[in-house]
């Protein structure tokens, strides 16, 4: 089992930054391919962006691209969100997830292929 933990999220203008952090409990954290999710009201959950085990491979979704950089530090068991340049699109929650069953060669994108969950948070962008 592994117990997932965000925080960091908040209100921000447009235009403006944060960063997220998900802090990792339970079995060994650089074992697992992280991702990062958002669901904003009304909406499906969508992939934002994921991260491989050894942190040398990322994905992102096209919206992010150039604004948002993922990273991890496995000695701290923690994977991070920066987010840059936020839009009022961008206002979702955010879930950080782990993905025990990676694939060589691919990030995950979909969030049945994670095995493990936080509980979320929220980021809000005021245009």
């Known amino acids: 089992q592994v117990q997932l933990v965000e925080s960091g999220g908040g209100w921000v203008q447009a235009g403006g930054s944060l960063r997220l952090s998900c802090a990792a409990y339970g079995r060994t954290f650089s074992g697992f391919d992280m991702g990062w999710f958002r669901q904003a009201a009304g909406k499906a959950r969508e992939f934002v962006a994921g991260?491989?085990?050894?942190?040398?491979?990322?994905s992102y979704v096209d919206s992010v691209k150039g604004r948002f950089t993922i990273s991890r530090d496995n000695a701290k068991s923690t994977v991070y969100l920066q987010m840059n340049s936020l839009k009022a699109e961008d206002t979702a929650v955010y879930y950080c997830a782990a993905d025990e069953r990676w694939e060589y060669g691919r990030i995950a994108t979909m969030a049945s292929e994670y095995d493990y969950w936080g509980q979320g948070t929220q980021v809000t962008v005021s245009s």
């Open positions: 991260i491989r085990w050894s942190g040398g491979f990322q």
